[in-house]
């Protein structure tokens, strides 16, 4: 078999480089070397597939592939596990400009090689439009600064995805908690709309966000951060006294998001409490991001 001569790759690279620019080339090479290694992946899972369905067992697929049974069982037929992402009551939109952030934020993650769209990128996105960009902006925050933090702190990614990475469980918790705020707030319950300030208010006050952290890290003043967005929302209203109740003694409702239970989003029950699986793994990440220092 003639394997894939060093050459023909190199032409490849010539052929999608944007310029003679050096740099362009490492774009380009980077790109290549990307889709070799994925068409490469893909040929091992075919001729895997069709190793099981002509009856071969997983002892004598992993003797050949010099793993053990385990092991070739679950590189070949475990599934990732469903992505969390945001429930929000159907009378909640997000505004197109807190859209246009998000959209973003999955934009820089994926250039990035971010595994996932963390609470730092959403940070970042909001610089894109709307009241949070303005607040950022004039509290002298930067993309390029946030994406230095996000390094500094969390470790640099990797080359750029292929595909859009899902949203953390902290990012999911946020664009909820951000909801949560604009509803508790909002003067129509029955038409609510959340906008760029509300999640800022979540990210920047949330003491256990990514966000937070970066906006610590790069020497923003908090407070100066709520005196800003105390023009646009208010940051301690008065709850309802019929939420809280219901809050506290309903055992169908997440006791730290809120979000009602469905198939989606199922609970974890203890005495007095429950939590549901998108708050369990933000728990869990925070709580591995301490034991790291």
């Not at 918790?173 to 707030?185: G, P």
């Not at 709309?193 to 979540?202: I, N, Y």
């Not at 966000?209 to 890290?217: K, Q």
Request: charged share 20%.
């Amino acid at each position: 078999m003639d394997p894939v001569s060093f050459d023909h790759l190199l032409a490849q690279v010539e052929a999608i480089a944007a310029s003679d620019d050096p740099l362009d080339r490492v774009d380009a090479a980077v790109s290549v070397a990307a889709t070799v290694r994925g068409d490469a992946d893909a040929l091992v899972d075919h001729v895997v597939a069709q190793a099981r369905t002509a009856g071969r067992s997983w002892t004598e697929i992993g003797a050949r592939l010099g793993v053990s049974k385990q092991a070739a069982r679950k590189r070949f037929t475990d599934t990732p596990a469903a992505s969390p992402s945001p429930v929000l009551p159907p009378e909640v939109t997000l505004r197109p400009r807190l859209r246009s952030c998000l959209a973003r934020a999955q934009e820089l993650a994926q250039h990035t090689g971010a595994a996932q769209v963390g609470a730092e990128y959403l940070l970042a996105g909001l610089l894109t439009d709307g009241v949070a960009a303005t607040i950022l902006d004039k509290l002298g925050v930067t993309t390029e600064a946030i994406t230095t933090s996000a390094t500094r702190l969390f470790g640099a990614g990797g080359p750029p995805a292929g595909t859009v990475p899902p949203l953390s469980a902290d990012a999911v918790c946020a664009i909820e908690a951000a909801a949560h705020r604009a509803q508790v707030q909002a003067e129509n319950p029955d038409c609510v709309t959340v906008g760029t300030e509300h999640l800022l208010a979540v990210l920047a006050l949330d003491h256990g966000s990514r966000a937070h952290r970066i906006l610590v890290d790069l020497g923003v003043d908090i407070a100066a951060v709520k005196k800003e967005l105390a023009c646009y929302l208010p940051l301690n209203p008065p709850r309802p006294r019929r939420l809280r109740r219901t809050r506290r003694t309903s055992t169908n409702t997440c006791s730290f998001c809120g979000t009602p239970e469905t198939p989606r989003r199922p609970l974890a029950h203890g005495p007095g409490v429950t939590i549901c699986a998108v708050c369990a793994q933000r728990a869990t990440q925070n709580l591995t991001a301490r034991t790291d220092f």
